[in-house]
């Protein structure tokens, strides 16, 4: 079992930013990717970032590609997503979750494991 634990959601202006953390714990030695995904009110859930063991492989939705950054830290077993320049359009629940494998990590299928969220609201 693998469980994990969001942090740094809160209320942010227009063009302000946030960094969200995300701890993993228990059976982590099984875990490939990592990946963020966010939900706004009345949407379904779409990919933002994810990131391999060891940093390898970031990528990122086109929507927040220059704006975002996703990094990983095995030694802290965490996971943070960097969000510059926000706007309105981010605002949403963001979910980090755990993958077992190795490849597809924008896909929201390959992953087993979901931390419970963290609000990210961006005001005027």
């Known amino acids: 079992q693998v469980q994990l634990v969001e942090s740094g959601g809160g209320l942010v202006q227009a063009g302000g930013s946030l960094k969200l953390s995300c701890i993993v714990s228990?059976?982590?030695?099984?875990?490939?990717?990592i990946g963020w995904f966010r939900q706004a009110p009345g949407k379904e859930r779409e990919f933002v970032a994810a990131?391999?063991?060891?940093?390898?492989?970031?990528n990122y939705a086109d929507s927040v590609k220059g704006r975002f950054t996703v990094s990983r830290s095995d030694a802290n077993n965490a996971v943070y997503l960097e969000m510059n320049s926000l706007q309105s359009e981010d605002t949403a629940v963001y979910y980090c979750?755990?993958?077992?494998?190795?490849?597809?990590?924008?896909?929201?299928?390959?992953?087993?494991?979901w931390g419970q969220g963290t609000q990210v609201t961006v005001s005027w």
């Open positions: 979750a755990a993958s077992l494998y190795g490849s597809r990590w924008n896909e929201e299928g390959r992953y087993e494991y």
């Open positions: 228990g059976n982590i030695f099984s875990i490939n990717g």
């Open positions: 990131i391999g063991r060891g940093g390898i492989f970031p």
